[in-house]
Nanobody, 127 residues
Framework: QVQLVESGGGLVPAGGSLRLSCAAS????????MGWFRQAPGKEREFVAAVSWPGTNTYYGGSVKGRFTISRNNVEYTVNLLMHSLKPDDTAVYYC????????????????????WGQGTQVIVSS
């Protein structure tokens, strides 16, 4: 049974930093592309960041580029999201997801490509 468990969310003032972690189990981790998505109340789920199977390629949504960094550890089966210069607009539930393949143009950003999802961790950025 595949499990993705996020941690590290919380309340942080604007301009602050947070590090989210996702621990994976029940899958051949190095075979999966890993991504982070987020969903704010009343909004659609939004692509945040993704990292390729070996970890050599990373991708970011436009609103977080330059502020967030995604990384993975294929030995520990974890993927992290380091978030700096946080803004109130970053407030959302953040989800970790795993994809066996990224089909289509910018497939890393398509939620439909992801086979497994975590339960999410809440991030609140206060102004």
């Amino acid at each position: 049974q595949v499990q993705l468990v996020e941690s590290g969310g919380g309340l942080v003032p604007a301009g602050g930093s947070l590090r989210l972690s996702c621990a994976a189990s029940g899958l051949t981790f190095s075979s999966y592309g890993m991504g982070w998505f987020r969903q704010a109340p009343g909004k659609e789920r939004e692509f945040v960041a993704a990292v390729s199977w070996p970890g050599t390629n990373t991708y970011y949504g436009g609103s977080v580029k330059g502020r967030f960094t995604i990384s993975r550890n294929n030995v520990e089966y974890t993927v992290n999201l380091l978030m700096h210069s946080l803004k109130p607009d970053d407030t959302a539930v953040y989800y970790c997801a795993a994809a066996i393949s990224w089909a289509g143009s910018d497939g890393f950003a398509r939620s439909a490509n992801y086979n497994h999802w975590g339960q999410g961790t809440q991030v609140i950025v206060s102004s």
